[in-house]
């Protein structure tokens, strides 16, 4: 007989391989059940099994979550204990590989092309793993309800872990009353979990930590590398490519919720108010390096920080940057200056160690 998944997490504490946890330990007798249900025996239909109701399909679970609450290593330990046909992915490449084999089918005049996709998905895997659900781009948010459907109506099972829960999928988008059907269809076909861990394995190490480096320079840079390398346990190669509009805006090292750009990365480019809404949305803590002085010769990318503050600060998106001054020092002269203050404010306010925990 197998072992369940909190003898293996235990077996790991033992050999100090992972720290004991009680909210991730809580979580293992829900995967436990979803493991149990899909290596049962797919019973074989009688002599009216022509005509018979089929199964209902298994419910599958949502784990939703604070950056660094393990919900990652959570879905490793069961990816790799679970013998089914079975696919571990990033919700985002799964969504960009779905909208190229819809475009497919499109090109082939296909009258329903989501149709043939779920089926094709359904004949491959029993079960589908997603590191980090979000919906940012509208392309993904109009067709996801209809995929969702008819992938469980096929027998595929989803475990997914997401930074937020359901009701707060595609939150602001546009069009978003024709999404929330989907938000429907993952409450009934999910168990809906959050972790809610009194250790932050990688947040906890910013309370009181210094988030904001003056001046940028080699060692604002050593201390911008080693936060980094705490919270992403120096995995953080990964780029994150965000559907905005029908264009991609990059964050040029990503991982788990947490990016990070140069300021000109970010504010160089034409990018706009949706675009850092949609950032804010993605991710949980955003660096951002050699943030410049600020002043009528590049005003254009001073509105753009500006607008990008603005949105991390209601989206409660965590701030470290390395920048060439203080934040009131930062933009002392020409047109903006004055309006600059407010910034200057909330860049102070978000160095505070429990600011993104005070105001959600």
């Not at 909210?23 to 293992?28: D, E």
């Not at 991982?255 to 000109?264: D, E, K, L, S």
């Not at 990008?308 to 409660?316: N, P, V």
Request: with cysteine.
């Amino acid at each position: 007989m197998h072992r369940s998944l909190t003898q293996i997490y235990d077996g790991r504490v033992a050999a100090g391989t992972l720290r004991a946890d009680a909210a991730q330990r809580a979580v293992l007798p829900l995967l436990d059940r979803v493991r149990a249900e899909l290596e049962a025996p797919v019973k074989k239909p009688g002599l009216f099994g022509l005509f018979a109701k089929p199964p209902e399909p298994i419910r599958g679970l949502y784990l939703w979550g604070g950056v660094g609450r393990g919900k990652s290593m959570l879905m490793d330990l069961f990816g790799e204990a679970v013998a089914v046909p079975k696919r571990r992915v990033h919700f985002h490449a799964f969504m960009q590989e779905v909208q190229g084999k819809i475009d497919g089918h499109r090109r082939a005049r296909e009258e329903d092309p989501i149709q043939p996709v779920a089926a094709e998905i359904a004949a491959a895997v029993r079960l589908l793993c997603f590191d980090e659900m979000q919906i940012t781009d509208i392309a993904d948010a109009m067709i996801v309800g209809r995929l969702f459907d008819e992938m469980f109506k096929r027998g595929v099972t989803v475990v997914t872990t997401s930074n937020r829960p359901p009701v707060d999928l595609y939150k602001n988008g546009l069009n978003r009353q024709l999404f929330l059907p989907f938000i429907e269809i993952l409450s009934s076909r999910l168990e809906v979990h959050e972790i809610v861990s009194e250790t932050d394995y990688r947040l906890h190490r910013l309370a009181g930590a210094e988030v904001y480096f003056a001046p940028a320079g080699t060692a604002a840079h050593k201390k911008m590398d080693a936060l980094w390398n705490e919270l992403t346990g120096h995995d953080g190669t990964t780029k994150l490519r965000i559907e905005v509009k029908g264009r991609s805006v990059v964050i040029p090292q990503y991982h788990n919720g947490v990016g990070r750009a140069r300021f000109w990365d970010l504010c160089g480019a034409m990018l706009g108010p949706a675009d850092y809404l949609a950032i804010a949305g993605a991710l949980r803590v955003l660096m951002i390096d050699d943030i410049p002085h600020l002043s009528a010769s590049n005003f254009n990318e001073a509105k753009r920080f500006v607008t990008l503050i603005d949105a991390l600060y209601e989206g409660k998106v965590r701030l470290i940057c390395s920048a060439a001054d203080v934040p009131e020092r930062l933009y002392n002269e020409g047109e903006g200056s004055f309006e600059f203050a407010r910034t200057a404010s909330r860049l102070r306010e978000m160095q505070s160690a429990d600011w993104s925990q005070e105001n959600r």
